[in-house]
């Protein structure tokens, strides 16, 4: 049986790292082996499990409802930390399986585990914002003084690698135009099809077809 693999961490440093994506793909990959399962996609996201919103994981839901099988994550608070998010997956039949817990595993555990994880993200929160006040109460100073500037090097090095993976991608971009396809999604479709990767080195979605055509 088919099925879509979903990973997700929440900084972009691990995402460079990619310790934490290929640790959840081997383990979906491993899972899916001994269960029966043939991984058709993977699909990622470098955001935290907080929000709601991932491109990555709109686009694998999506894709998992359109060919009727089953979404797998490594664990479930990768899919989502908030109880209100994983039962709404639930109440719309969105097909998911935690490698983790198990195929067989029945909706009251999964609404526990999910309890549980969005309660673990509330004492993350704590902590933090416990350690933060110690320091102001130390009269520590947060952060780095020259943190703008690093910000403002950091967004204009990211511009320029933007710029220069567009130049790169527009030549085939024409390429699948000229074959016929000319809607965002066609072509985005077209790119991952040939292995095309976006310049942060993911999945192209409609969306970062259209910046990259901004861009040309």
Request: aromatic letters at 4%; charged letters at 30%.
């Amino acid at each position: 049986m088919q099925c879509i693999g979903y990973i997700r961490v929440s900084t972009s440093k691990q995402g460079r790292s990619g310790l934490g994506l290929d640790a959840q793909q081997e383990a979906i990959t491993r899972f899916a082996g001994n269960s029966g399962f043939v991984i058709s996609d993977f699909y990622r996201d470098v955001m935290s499990g907080g929000d709601d919103d991932r491109p990555g994981l709109n686009t694998a839901i999506a894709q998992a409802q359109r060919r009727k099988c089953p979404l797998i994550v490594a664990k479930l608070d990768r899919l989502g930390r908030d109880v209100h998010f994983i039962s709404g997956l639930m109440r719309h039949r969105v097909q998911f399986v935690v490698a983790e817990l198990g195929i067989d595993v029945d909706p009251f555990t999964l609404h526990l585990w999910a309890a549980l994880a969005e309660k673990e993200r509330q004492l993350i929160a704590d902590r933090t914002r416990a350690a933060l006040q110690a320091k102001r109460d130390r009269g520590e100073r947060l952060g780095s003084p020259d943190i703008l500037d690093v910000a403002r090097i950091g967004s204009d090095r990211r511009r320029t690698m933007a710029d220069e993976h567009a130049a790169k991608v527009l030549p085939i971009i024409d390429e699948v135009r000229r074959a016929g396809i000319t809607t965002l999604s066609g072509i985005a479709e077209a790119l991952n099809a040939r292995g095309v990767r976006t310049a942060r080195g993911g999945r192209w979605h409609g969306s970062t077809v259209r910046n990259a055509l901004r861009r040309g």
